[in-house]
């Protein structure tokens, strides 16, 4: 006897689903304690919600910022850069002693850039290509780098004249806000646009959910890995420049423990830590998260000792909604769901 | 039961012929000899215990094993497979056991992944969700939304969605490696659907499974392997199944001819 299989309702399979159906739950959590935050800090501190210290901190978080955007690409793939912190003091280091030997500053810049993109390629390539784990390269890296700078300054910190050019995108201006944070907005647009708009943003989004699966499909994963690790060098050696033009000065001991703070905010921002998953405006508000909490604990007169305990205790708490606000994302999703 | 026309009324022209294949792993003879014949349209189970090589022959089909020995002939024309990609270059897809998607993008980018349409340097996703929905709604995959993650799917619908990936690349020929394996009842129905209605569109398809139940639904003909070798072929509905697990297992064939 044939079986007659009925076919199946003809809806629009096409049709873009709502907003909450397609938002990243972990980024709308934090979302909220950003939220909490503004208002808990401008509550108990009536300078924190004004115009100058908004500029202010749009400042203080831009430079992790930058790094964060490109650590979002690293972490997507499921992989980790812990290097990015000396990368920073290496690049602020060398930018310094150039500027010293009379380099003009557009060629320490083009410079700079170059050799935080060299990091990244050392690191993508033996991650990648050789298969060591990028957690152990990058560790490995984190020491070599920063070495090479405390070599280099001899552990002193190098002064860099006010009036250079570099100098002045420290101190630069537009519409209130700083150079620096107009560079890490351009920046999180374009991070944006790569990882929701672009092919490269689908394979990074892919390689950490399957690798295999994405390599089968014909895609080179392993120069797509390397690019994202090759990206946070870059970042970090703009992150460089960018700390010396603002401190006016160069230090192998600048940016410490930077590593933890842009992996905060990255994961803060609803990103998988172990990969598949990525936000770009997550990140942002995980930036903003980590940078307001310092900013807000400073303004109420609290111990500057305590803003590292608050931020670790924000992150465990962000990384618990981040693996179970997944799980809750998904019962919800199973609740609304109409049945196919 | 589903009911069948003969062998020769469903198979067109032969698509593709395999003869005397061998392949060896070191001192290990997986395949020793193996031949097999598939028809444009024709739905062909391949059955046999665990180690018989239905898989090691498969993927020698799918190019991503070269063997050592015998013809594949695909189109009337000699191949000899150096890579997947010239598997693909004769039509010839497959959908391994453990799919190739990725559970945390949707529907449609897993339909296109690695082939997305752009328009300048972005992804059109326009478009891509169009004709992932087409693709979806011609071969009657069931699911909500091509937004919907992979990882949100049954086991079912992530089947349909492997196969019509494979069927998007236009093959003329089609491995599924145990499709049905850990699907629930209804979810099996769907998929042997699917089947049929790639076969009804001239695909030639080569069904491995274990669920022998699955091949009286929507086989035309069995290849039957036994250690290495291809044992017996027949039409199935010539077939009951305690005939076809006797020749699975070889309990009605004496060792020597077994050997």
């Known amino acids: 006897m044939t079986t007659q299989v009925e076919s199946p309702p003809q809806r629009d399979l096409a049709a873009e689903p709502s907003w909450w159906e397609r938002v990243n739950k972990a980024t709308v959590a934090m979302l909220g304690v950003t939220v909490a935050l503004f208002i808990g800090f401008g509550l108990a501190s009536p300078n924190f919600l004004t115009f100058d210290n908004m500029s202010n901190l749009a400042t203080q978080v831009a430079i992790t910022l930058i790094v964060a955007i490109a650590m979002t690409f690293v972490i997507t793939t499921g992989q980790i850069d812990l290097s990015v912190g000396s990368t920073v003091a290496f690049v602020a280091a060398m930018t310094a002693e150039l500027l010293q030997l009379g380099l003009d500053s557009s060629l320490v810049i083009v410079v700079g850039l170059l050799a935080g993109l060299f990091w990244g390629s050392v690191n993508g390539w033996l991650s990648a290509y050789q298969n060591i784990p990028p957690f152990i390269v990058t560790l490995a890296a984190m020491s070599i780098i920063r070495g090479f700078a405390l070599l280099w300054t001899e552990g002193f910190s190098v002064p860099i004249d006010r009036r250079l050019f570099v100098a002045k995108i420290g101190e630069a201006e537009f519409l209130g806000f700083s150079a620096l944070a107009w560079i890490a907005l351009a920046t999180a647009v374009v991070g944006g646009i790569l990882l929701s708009r672009m092919r490269f943003g689908r394979y990074v989004n892919g390689i950490g959910a399957q690798e295999e699966s994405v390599r089968r499909a014909g895609v080179n994963t392993r120069r797509i890995k390397m690019i994202t690790l090759m990206l946070t060098g870059l970042a970090a050696g703009a992150a460089g420049i960018l700390t010396a033009a603002r401190l006016g000065s160069g230090s192998a001991n600048a940016a410490e423990g930077f590593e933890l703070t842009v992996i905060a905010a990255v994961v803060l921002g609803g990103t998988n830590l172990f990969g598949g998953r990525g936000t770009i405006v997550g990140t942002v508000i995980g930036a903003l998260i980590t940078g307001m909490i310092a900013n807000g604990l400073t303004l109420m007169g609290v111990s500057p000792f305590l803003t590292p305990i608050v931020t670790g205790l924000v992150l465990i708490a962000a990384i618990w909604i981040n693996l179970r606000g997944r799980s809750l994302a998904q019962l919800f999703s199973h609740l609304t769901a109409r049945r196919t | ?259």
């Open chain 2, 1 to 259: 039961m589903m009911s069948h026309e003969s062998t020769d009324a469903r198979a067109g022209d032969t698509l593709v012929t395999l003869e005397g294949i061998t392949k060896s792993f070191g001192a290990v003879q997986s395949l020793r000899g193996v031949d097999l014949r598939l028809g444009a349209g024709e739905v062909l189970g391949l059955v046999g215990d665990n180690g018989a090589g239905k898989s090691t022959l498969m993927k020698v089909l799918a190019g991503a094993i070269r063997h050592d020995a015998g013809s594949i002939t695909v189109g009337g024309r000699q191949v000899r497979f150096h890579s997947p990609a010239d598997a693909r270059s004769e039509h010839i897809g497959i959908v391994y056991q453990d799919l190739a998607l990725c559970d945390t993008l949707d529907v449609a980018s897993n339909l296109f992944l690695g082939r997305e349409p752009r328009r300048g340097p972005f992804v059109d996703r326009g478009e891509m969700h169009r004709q992932a929905a087409e693709m979806l709604s011609t071969l009657h995959v069931r699911v909500r939304s091509t937004h919907q993650e992979i990882g949100e799917l049954s086991g079912g619908q992530r089947q349909a969605v492997a196969i019509a990936r494979a069927v998007s690349f236009q093959p003329k020929v089609l491995i599924l490696d145990e499709p049905t394996a850990a699907l629930a009842v209804a979810e099996v129905r769907q998929v042997l659907r699917m089947i049929r209605e790639v076969a009804a569109r001239g695909v030639g398809v080569i069904l491995i499974t274990h669920r022998l139940q699955d091949l009286f639904e929507v086989c035309d003909r069995i290849t039957v392997m036994y250690e290495g070798r291809s044992v017996e072929d027949a039409a199935i509905a010539d077939l009951d199944i305690e005939t076809l697990v006797g020749m699975i297992t070889r309990s009605n064939t004496t060792t020597e001819e077994a050997a």
